[in-house]
């Protein structure tokens, strides 16, 4: 078994990417009725790399160092190429966002995960 302390923050990034956006669906699908069209542009607001951007902007001041520092690692692990959407900032921020939700998600801190992740619900304003 792998420690996923020391997995590469690429590979956390890739499950947090999974865990961020299901969880974001889920909570559209059980708050409302939207058509398949607006689940999909709003859910596009939340998890696109400017999204996870304003995601960090909310919650970075509501890190643990630990939390931090592995938000940290993912942000320094982006390539130099970034989507055709966003800046190489935002990119970088969002990569260490989704990096941060898959080491919480796999080192099994679920409640936590909920904490923030309501948090940017709360919090970020999205177009309905």
């Known amino acids: 078994m792998v420690d996923i302390k020391e997995q590469s923050p690429l590979s956390l990034a890739f499950v947090g990417d999974a865990v961020y956006s299901l969880l974001i669906r889920e909570h559209l699908v059980t708050s409302k009725r939207y058509t ?4 999909n542009s709003i859910t596009v607001q939340y998890v696109s790399a400017k999204g996870q951007f304003a995601a960090m902007e ?17 942000q320094n692990s982006s390539k130099a190429s970034v989507a055709k959407h966003a800046s190489a900032r935002e990119y970088r921020a969002s990569t260490g966002f989704e990096c941060l939700v898959g080491y919480l998600h796999l080192t099994g801190q679920h409640d936590r995960i909920n904490q923030l992740v309501g948090e940017i619900i709360e919090k970020m304003p999205v177009n309905l």
């Open 58 to 74: 909310i919650i970075s001041p509501l890190l643990t160092e630990q939390e931090a520092a592995v938000y940290k690692r993912g």
């Open 36 to 39: 398949i069209s607006k689940l």
